[in-house]
């Protein structure tokens, strides 16, 4: 599978104008470390911002895998999902389809290994489990390893719990500072594979919103972080800087809105290795 840091272009989609001043904070932030940038035709809609959970997932320069996109917080509200295979064929992506039922935001690649929580056993309930992770584990090329839900967070993503650093270590939220219950199961769930560092910012953190900064877009050496206008703000990016001193970490202002609706910049972009030509508009030229 490509690494996000193997990733040179990003995609956003295009009703991320509707999150300004973020939106533009982004694109020039991406400009000026000369990052390629394009928006996913057919998503104009505010909605359609959050581009990791319904975009494939890239296993080779030229492959990627398509899943079912209709996850059980969205079967009342349809329109939340583009018209996904529109999309693909306007991208002329070539991908591997497949009929189980998964959110990109719950796909933590990791070398070898792929990261997710369990609750892509809730979504494939007509999957036995062992079946399931056999076959995850056959598109993905990569060996699954399952952390539990983190029941506070509905969608039960894993990248804003969890990301790679290098080889075997991990980075783990800062459920330090206020579920040490949860930050135990995930230990015990991530440490026979991963040597685990962890952020911190103090008990109890005095913000909400502080699990957002781990759910960075990481492409071509830099790592975007939000910015939340809060004091955890620079503690943040000096651990990550720290945990990451081979990439640039770089902070996006005007965060907080997105990330009070539920995501950050993990989850509005969608970041490739590119290797062939590939259709959208260019946000730069917008």
């Not at 796909?107 to 809730?122: A, L, N, S, W």
């Not at 990481?218 to 001193?245: H, N, T």
Request: glycine letters at 6%.
């Amino acid at each position: 599978m490509i690494q996000d840091y193997q990733t040179d272009k990003v995609y956003l989609a295009e009703g991320l104008k509707n999150y300004m001043p973020l939106y533009m904070n982004l694109l020039e932030a991406l400009r000026a470390e000369d990052i390629s940038v394009s928006t996913i035709p057919g998503t104009q809609s505010a909605k359609h911002v959050w581009a990791r959970d319904y975009m494939p997932i890239q296993l080779s320069k030229d492959k990627f895998l398509n899943y079912l996109y209709c996850p059980d917080y969205l079967r009342d509200e349809q329109d939340y999902i583009p018209d996904i295979p529109t999309i693909v064929k306007d991208m002329h992506l070539d991908c591997v389809v497949s009929d189980i039922v998964l959110d990109g935001g719950n796909v933590v690649k990791c070398g070898d290994k792929v990261i997710m929580t369990d609750k892509i056993f809730q979504e494939n309930p007509k999957y036995h489990k062992h079946a399931l992770i056999d076959e995850l584990e056959k598109l993905t090329g990569a060996r699954i390893v399952l952390i539990p839900w983190d029941r506070y967070e509905m969608f039960g993503h894993a990248d804003g719990m969890v990301r790679f650093i290098s080889r075997d270590c991990v980075l783990l939220n800062n459920y330090a500072d206020f579920d040490p219950g949860l930050r135990n199961r995930l230990l015990q769930a991530l440490e026979p594979y991963f040597y685990v560092e962890e952020l911190h910012y103090g008990a109890p953190c005095s913000s909400r919103l502080s699990w957002a900064y781990l759910n960075f877009l990481q492409v071509k050496g830099c790592i975007f972080v939000p910015g939340l206008r809060v004091k955890e703000d620079k503690l943040a990016l000096q651990q990550i800087q720290d945990y990451y001193p081979d990439h640039k970490v770089i902070r996006i202002d005007n965060c907080q809105d997105l990330v009070r609706d539920g995501g950050a910049l993990n989850c509005i972009s969608w970041n490739i290795e590119t290797g062939f030509q590939r259709f959208g508009k260019s946000a730069e030229n917008r």
